[in-house]
């Protein structure tokens, strides 16, 4: 008997079980253990009758069943259970339903924000009761999530048959302001300006000014998402015409220059807040490049190991003890640095404030300590935490700033310049521009004209957001919580209503046809202030200010019940979907048409007037009493943790409508389709199907049972023919350009002559030259294209610069041409007893590199091989079994990676430079030469062998312009302190 503490992750039970030792048994729950049923009512689990929510939960399937089994077993067996499940409203959800499948009457709730022994041992020694609030709250979101997700994707989604898959209250919300940044880049039209400058032979330039005002000039950003401090290049005041930039560069040649004003002035830059979990993940994807979900999948394991605090927090509060701990850490190592009264930062007035902001648990375990513990990520997380951590108690940084007035003429000039004259917290998180001096003028100097010009501009359009500020525009507009952040974005992609280009997020056709639409029938839903007034409201719940039945029942009864009756009535009108997207959406009045989806729901005459080539787009999408959308209750799947918008998940793939008639789901039996098969000329039929995987509800089949082949045909909805399979249609190539193919240049992997190749890329027509084998082009020589270079000349990403040169891979065309003419290799045995084709072994003349016996040559079909065959060492030939392949690019045999004997690199002549210390194992610094674009170039990497390609494998130290060696994660090379 002892005492039982559940947890949530099992990630956390060894670090638990070693703070509080024998006596104690610690369980985890692996998440929710259970959740809303699938029944009732468009499958809610839970029914609205008046001003009560009457809720049926279930185990989250077998998983859940056998961990409540395994938990039901070690509460037998325990004197005292303690749930300790995460510090935040789902956190205290998850505890509350423990309490109920376990049947534990007086359970002891225990929270802590850091995996450390006095934060675990003092909680322990404090416990408390289940917050009837916090459950409430949480509760109500469950339920409020539900309720949006599964009816609106039902009603609403799901009958636009667009491949649309669902919608949430969250979500929905996300995705409009995605899609009204599109429609607002769409309608944008530049215009020319011009920016007029002087520049003066003392050493500067100013910048046309129409007034003497003073402007703002910030002296650094706080924005977390930003990928660089570095500020954009200044500009004069706008001028909106060539005339008038022409006439006031005249007039700065033709009058003389003298200065008017200098202006000097210390202003200072206070440091940032500690992050929260917002800024976490838009610092997070700025500079490490981390998706939100990867981000916090980093933190929790970081979390899980005692190294940081709770990583859902939206608190930039830190605890005394650590701020302690941070001002003995800096009179220790930075004394310049600490500031005379302890750093506080205020939250934003939407914050929970449940917890501290997220720091490192022990401000003395730095990154470099802690590196070697840590994966690549986790590393470079913690050291983002860190730093963060300790600047945000450092000093203010101090900069000095000057500007400069000058004129000629009636036309002013400006010119300002900056200097950081004390680095403050900047030491540990630089986020101000670098310096821009300017030299010493007095006023009243005459200045010398240098030059004087104009560039010409043009306004450019806002920009699409990247994962990093979508976050800080949902936390701005309040829309979801900090542990939302991550799965909505996450959803978003995986419905594929928004797809990452280049780390930008731009909405996709079906994810902008799908905005539109709940613009027009659910405006209010998705609404950033609509969505951050729910949330309000569960905040009230969690303060005990509300009730949330109520809450829920009364939304539901005033808004959102009459509003999907009204949307349904909308989408059943028979609007074409794409109508939707002229519609006016906030200030954008005209809108990118798409082509209509299902532009026949209802009306039949419509339907016949539209056909394309005698054929419908899809002809039977609304008969038979509307069963295509009515026959199927489609179940939707249930959520975990990380889905917190209520969505349906993917639905259940329907199993496609069997062709028998028979079937009694009120299928329509099939019927003649007027279309001979291409295969045999039999008269084909219309065979109807639920499918999901087809864009129409039917395809033509070739019945068998009628003396037909078998083939199926299916409808390609943008060309309105019918099709058949990809893989059983007679390919026929593009036609080529006039030009004669290149049969000089051959391919570099099976020796074919390459040939011309157009395509169209952002409406223009370009070329390229790839492999003309018509049996490989598409699989093992698919890599070889050469795109025409900017030096004029033919260039692939993988194989370079297009030459005469034979073949990388000059074994391929070698017995019998078996490598050209293999159709789609499968993995092919090395024993010439197969009836396959394959070519018997072969001697290969060549010597195993471990024992000196000659080797054989083996061919093979693999797909993981380069060249057709390997050379092996038969171990039934007294060999030592050894094998080696072939290195298509140098054209040798060689071992596999791992047992090759690894000769390091010869180094420069110079010695290595062992003042200078790896920044993270303390190694010296050896000298590394490497080619780049046919240059010997030189850095300094991490000398120990057994660090230098695992933990140690990013310390590179390149050249810099201004002579020494600099690192983009370390810095500059510096020897250590004496």
């Given at each position: 008997?002892?005492?039982?503490?559940?947890?949530?992750?099992?990630?956390?039970?060894?670090?638990?079980?070693?703070?509080?030792?024998?006596?104690?048994?610690?369980?985890?729950?692996?998440?929710?253990?259970?959740?809303?049923?699938?029944?009732?009512?468009?499958?809610?689990?839970?029914?609205?009758?008046?001003?009560?929510?009457?809720?049926?939960?279930?185990?989250?399937?077998?998983?859940?069943?056998?961990?409540?089994?395994?938990?039901?077993?070690?509460?037998?067996?325990?004197?005292?259970?303690?749930?300790?499940?995460?510090?935040?409203?789902?956190?205290?959800?998850?505890?509350?339903?423990?309490?109920?499948?376990?049947?534990?009457?007086?359970?002891?709730?225990?929270?802590?924000?850091?995996?450390?022994?006095?934060?675990?041992?003092?909680?322990?020694?404090?416990?408390?009761?289940?917050?009837?609030?916090?459950?409430?709250?949480?509760?109500?979101?469950?339920?409020?999530?539900?309720?949006?997700?599964?009816?609106?994707?039902?009603?609403?989604?799901?009958?636009?048959?667009?491949?649309?898959?669902?919608?949430?209250?969250?979500?929905?919300?996300?995705?409009?302001?995605?899609?009204?940044?599109?429609?607002?880049?769409?309608?944008?039209?530049?215009?020319?300006?011009?920016?007029?400058?002087?520049?003066?032979?003392?050493?500067?330039?100013?910048?046309?000014?129409?007034?003497?005002?003073?402007?703002?000039?910030?002296?650094?950003?706080?924005?977390?998402?930003?990928?660089?401090?570095?500020?954009?290049?200044?500009?004069?005041?706008?001028?909106?015409?060539?005339?008038?930039?022409?006439?006031?560069?005249?007039?700065?040649?033709?009058?003389?220059?003298?200065?008017?004003?200098?202006?000097?002035?210390?202003?200072?830059?206070?440091?940032?807040?500690?992050?929260?979990?917002?800024?976490?993940?838009?610092?997070?994807?700025?500079?490490?490049?981390?998706?939100?979900?990867?981000?916090?999948?980093?933190?929790?394991?970081?979390?899980?190991?005692?190294?940081?605090?709770?990583?859902?927090?939206?608190?930039?509060?830190?605890?005394?003890?650590?701020?302690?701990?941070?001002?003995?850490?800096?009179?220790?190592?930075?004394?310049?640095?600490?500031?005379?009264?302890?750093?506080?930062?205020?939250?934003?007035?939407?914050?929970?404030?449940?917890?501290?902001?997220?720091?490192?648990?022990?401000?003395?375990?730095?990154?470099?300590?802690?590196?070697?513990?840590?994966?690549?990520?986790?590393?470079?997380?913690?050291?983002?935490?860190?730093?963060?951590?300790?600047?945000?108690?450092?000093?203010?940084?101090?900069?000095?700033?000057?500007?400069?007035?000058?004129?000629?003429?009636?036309?002013?000039?400006?010119?300002?310049?900056?200097?950081?004259?004390?680095?403050?917290?900047?030491?540990?998180?630089?986020?101000?521009?670098?310096?821009?001096?300017?030299?010493?003028?007095?006023?009243?100097?005459?200045?010398?004209?240098?030059?004087?010009?104009?560039?010409?501009?043009?306004?450019?359009?806002?920009?699409?957001?990247?994962?990093?500020?979508?976050?800080?525009?949902?936390?701005?507009?309040?829309?979801?919580?900090?542990?939302?952040?991550?799965?909505?974005?996450?959803?978003?992609?995986?419905?594929?209503?928004?797809?990452?280009?280049?780390?930008?997020?731009?909405?996709?056709?079906?994810?902008?046809?799908?905005?539109?639409?709940?613009?027009?029938?659910?405006?209010?839903?998705?609404?950033?202030?609509?969505?951050?007034?729910m949330e309000q409201q569960l905040d009230a719940i969690a303060a005990g200010k509300l009730d949330w039945e109520r809450y829920l029942t009364g939304w539901n009864r005033d808004y959102f019940s009459p509003a999907i009756a009204r949307a349904v009535a909308e989408i059943r009108k028979g609007v074409p979907v794409s109508s939707f997207a002229t519609q006016d959406t906030g200030s954008f009045a005209k809108k990118k048409k798409s082509e209509p989806v299902n532009p026949f729901a209802i009306d039949d005459s419509a339907r016949l007037a539209e056909m394309k080539k005698n054929l419908p787009v899809n002809p039977f999408a609304s008969e038979d009493s509307g069963t295509a959308t009515k026959t199927k209750k489609r179940k939707p799947a249930s959520s975990s943790r990380s889905k917190s918008d209520g969505t349906p998940a993917k639905t259940k793939k329907r199993k496609p409508a069997s062709s028998s008639p028979s079937q009694g789901n009120s299928t329509p039996p099939a019927q003649p389709a007027g279309v001979q098969c291409p295969n045999c000329g039999h008269a084909m039929t219309k065979v109807f199907s639920k499918s999901e995987k087809m864009k129409a509800d039917h395809f033509l089949s070739c019945d068998k049972r009628q003396n037909g082949c078998g083939a199926v045909m299916f409808l390609n909805v943008k060309t309105g023919s019918y099709e058949l399979p990809y893989s059983q249609r007679t390919q026929t190539p593009k036609p080529d350009s006039p030009a004669s193919p290149a049969s000089e240049y051959p391919c570099p992997l099976c020796g074919t002559p390459l040939e011309r190749y157009e395509y169209t890329r952002e409406g223009q027509t370009k070329v390229m030259w790839r492999c003309s084998n018509p049996e490989t082009k598409q699989t093992s020589c698919q890599e070889?294209?050469?795109?025409?270079?900017?030096?004029?000349?033919?260039?692939?990403?993988?194989?370079?610069?297009?030459?005469?040169?034979?073949?990388?891979?000059?074994?391929?065309?070698?017995?019998?041409?078996?490598?050209?003419?293999?159709?789609?290799?499968?993995?092919?045995?090395?024993?010439?007893?197969?009836?396959?084709?394959?070519?018997?072994?072969?001697?290969?003349?060549?010597?195993?590199?471990?024992?000196?016996?000659?080797?054989?040559?083996?061919?093979?079909?693999?797909?993981?091989?380069?060249?057709?065959?390997?050379?092996?060492?038969?171990?039934?030939?007294?060999?030592?079994?050894?094998?080696?392949?072939?290195?298509?690019?140098?054209?040798?045999?060689?071992?596999?990676?791992?047992?090759?004997?690894?000769?390091?690199?010869?180094?420069?002549?110079?010695?290595?430079?062992?003042?200078?210390?790896?920044?993270?194992?303390?190694?010296?610094?050896?000298?590394?030469?490497?080619?780049?674009?046919?240059?010997?170039?030189?850095?300094?990497?991490?000398?120990?062998?057994?660090?230098?390609?695992?933990?140690?494998?990013?310390?590179?130290?390149?050249?810099?312009?201004?002579?020494?060696?600099?690192?983009?994660?370390?810095?500059?090379?510096?020897?250590?302190?004496?």
């Open positions: 008997m002892g005492n039982l503490l559940l947890i949530e992750s099992p990630g956390k039970i060894k670090k638990l079980s070693q703070i509080l030792g024998t006596g104690w048994t610690v369980k985890a729950s692996i998440g929710h253990i259970r959740e809303l049923a699938n029944d009732g009512e468009d499958a809610l689990g839970f029914d609205l009758q008046g001003d009560r929510v009457h809720c049926r939960y279930e185990p989250r399937g077998d998983r859940g069943r056998k961990v409540l089994a395994e938990l039901r077993q070690a509460v037998k067996q325990a004197t005292e259970v303690y749930i300790a499940t995460d510090p935040d409203r789902e956190g205290e959800t998850i505890g509350w339903h423990l309490a109920q499948e376990l049947r534990l009457q007086q359970p002891k709730r225990v929270t802590y924000t850091e995996i450390t022994k006095p934060a675990v041992t003092a909680a322990i020694a404090h416990p408390r009761t289940l917050d009837a609030n916090l459950i409430a709250a949480g509760r109500a979101r469950d339920c409020l999530d539900k309720l949006v997700g599964y009816k609106g994707s039902k009603h609403v989604v799901w009958a636009l048959k667009n491949g649309a898959k669902s919608m949430g209250r969250v979500q929905s919300a996300t995705l409009h302001l995605i899609c009204l940044r599109e429609r607002e880049i769409q309608s944008f039209k530049p215009q020319d300006y011009w920016s007029v400058w002087v520049d003066y032979a003392e050493g500067f330039r100013a910048l046309y000014r129409g007034s003497l005002s003073e402007t703002e000039n910030p002296t650094g950003t706080q924005d977390d998402a930003a990928e660089s401090a570095e500020t954009s290049k200044p500009e004069s005041e706008r001028v909106l015409s060539q005339a008038e930039a022409d006439r006031l560069v005249e007039i700065a040649r033709t009058h003389p220059h003298q200065v008017v004003k200098v202006e000097s002035k210390i202003a200072t830059s206070p440091p940032p807040a500690p992050f929260i979990t917002s800024t976490l993940q838009q610092a997070a994807g700025a500079k490490l490049r981390f998706s939100p979900e990867t981000t916090m999948k980093v933190a929790q394991s970081l979390y899980e190991a005692g190294h940081i605090t709770y990583m859902r927090t939206d608190s930039v509060a830190l605890s005394e003890q650590f701020c302690a701990a941070v001002r003995k850490y800096l009179q220790q190592n930075d004394p310049t640095n600490l500031p005379n009264t302890q750093t506080r930062h205020r939250s934003s007035h939407s914050a929970q404030e449940a917890h501290e902001a997220i720091r490192p648990t022990d401000v003395f375990q730095t990154p470099q300590k802690l590196s070697l513990q840590l994966t690549s990520d986790e590393a470079k997380l913690y050291d983002l935490i860190w730093r963060r951590a300790v600047a945000s108690q450092c000093c203010p940084a101090q900069l000095g700033k000057t500007r400069i007035i000058t004129q000629s003429g009636s036309v002013f000039w400006e010119a300002r310049g900056q200097v950081l004259l004390f680095p403050g917290y900047t030491i540990y998180w630089n986020n101000i521009s670098g310096d821009s001096q300017l030299p010493t003028v007095r006023q009243g100097q005459t200045l010398k004209l240098k030059k004087a010009g104009a560039d010409k501009k043009q306004t450019q359009p806002p920009p699409r957001y990247t994962e990093p500020k979508l976050v800080q525009l949902m936390e701005r507009k309040g829309i979801g919580r900090p542990s939302t952040y991550s799965p909505t974005i996450k959803t978003l992609k995986e419905r594929e209503y928004v797809q990452l280009s280049k780390s930008i997020l731009q909405p996709t056709p079906l994810g902008m046809e799908l905005d539109a639409v709940l613009d027009r029938v659910l405006p209010d839903l998705i609404q950033a202030d609509f969505t951050a007034q070889v294209a050469f795109f025409e270079s900017s030096r004029g000349g033919w260039w692939s990403p993988k194989f370079g610069e297009l030459s005469l040169a034979k073949p990388v891979n000059s074994f391929a065309s070698e017995d019998s041409e078996t490598a050209v003419k293999t159709k789609k290799r499968k993995s092919a045995s090395s024993s010439p007893s197969q009836g396959n084709g394959t070519p018997p072994a072969q001697p290969a003349g060549v010597q195993c590199p471990n024992c000196g016996h000659a080797m054989t040559k083996v061919f093979s079909k693999s797909e993981k091989m380069k060249a057709d065959h390997f050379l092996s060492c038969d171990k039934r030939q007294n060999g030592c079994g050894a094998v080696m392949f072939l290195n298509v690019k140098t054209g040798s045999y060689e071992l596999p990676y791992s047992q090759r004997t690894q000769t390091p690199k010869p180094d420069s002549p110079a010695s290595p430079a062992s003042e200078y210390p790896c920044p993270l194992c303390g190694t010296p610094l050896e000298r590394y030469e490497y080619t780049k674009e046919g240059q010997t170039k030189v850095m300094w990497r991490c000398s120990n062998p057994e660090t230098k390609r695992t933990s140690c494998q990013e310390v590179a130290f390149f050249e810099s312009r201004r002579g020494g060696w600099w690192s983009p994660k370390f810095g500059e090379l510096s020897p250590p302190k004496p």
